[in-house]
Nanobody
Framework: QVQLVESGGGLVQAGGSLRLSCAAS????????VGWFRQVPGKEREFVVFINWSSGYTYYAESLKGRFKISRDNAKNTVYLEMNSLKPEDTGVYYC???????????????????WGQGTQVTVSS
C-alpha cells in the first residue's frame, strides 16, 4: 500500500506560480498511475492531470493545458505539479491520488483511484 503526502500549497497572487509535491512512501510509484485533482467547497472534485509512472504518458484537463505541468523524480519517488499564471479560480484543495497498474483508462475519474493524500490548500488572490 502506498501513502501519499502533498506539500507546496499556499497563498499566491494572481499571475504567480506554485509547485506542489506528492511524495510516496510505503511503496514506490513504479507500476502506479498518479493523478492530481482539486476541489472547492460545494463543488465536485475536479480532474487536473494524470501521469502513468511506467510509460511517462501524461494527460491534462483541457482548460489547464499550457499553465500546469506534471513531472516526476524517480529517485525521490515524488510527483510534482507546477502551476503557472495562476488565477483566482485555481483556488482549492489539491489532492494527489494513485492507483496500481499501467492502464490509462478512466484517468480523469476520481473513483478510479485507490490512494489519496490529505490535500494541500492553494489560494490565489486577485
Amino acid at each position: 500500500q502506498v501513502q501519499l503526502v502533498e506539500s507546496g500549497g499556499g497563498l499566491v497572487q494572481a499571475g504567480g506560480s506554485l509547485r506542489l509535491s506528492c511524495a510516496a512512501s510505503g511503496r514506490t510509484f513504479e507500476s502506479y498511475a498518479v493523478g492530481w485533482f482539486r476541489q472547492v467547497p460545494g463543488k465536485e472534485r475536479e480532474f487536473v492531470v494524470f501521469i502513468n509512472w511506467s510509460s511517462g504518458y501524461t494527460y491534462y484537463a483541457e482548460s489547464l493545458k499550457g499553465r500546469f505541468k506534471i513531472s516526476r523524480d524517480n529517485a525521490k519517488n515524488t510527483v510534482y505539479l507546477e502551476m503557472n499564471s495562476l488565477k483566482p479560480e485555481d483556488t482549492g484543495v489539491y489532492y494527489c491520488a494513485a492507483r496500481w497498474g499501467n492502464s490509462d483508462d478512466d484517468r480523469h475519474d476520481d473513483r478510479a483511484y485507490d490512494y489519496w493524500g490529505q490535500g494541500t490548500q492553494v489560494t490565489v488572490s486577485s
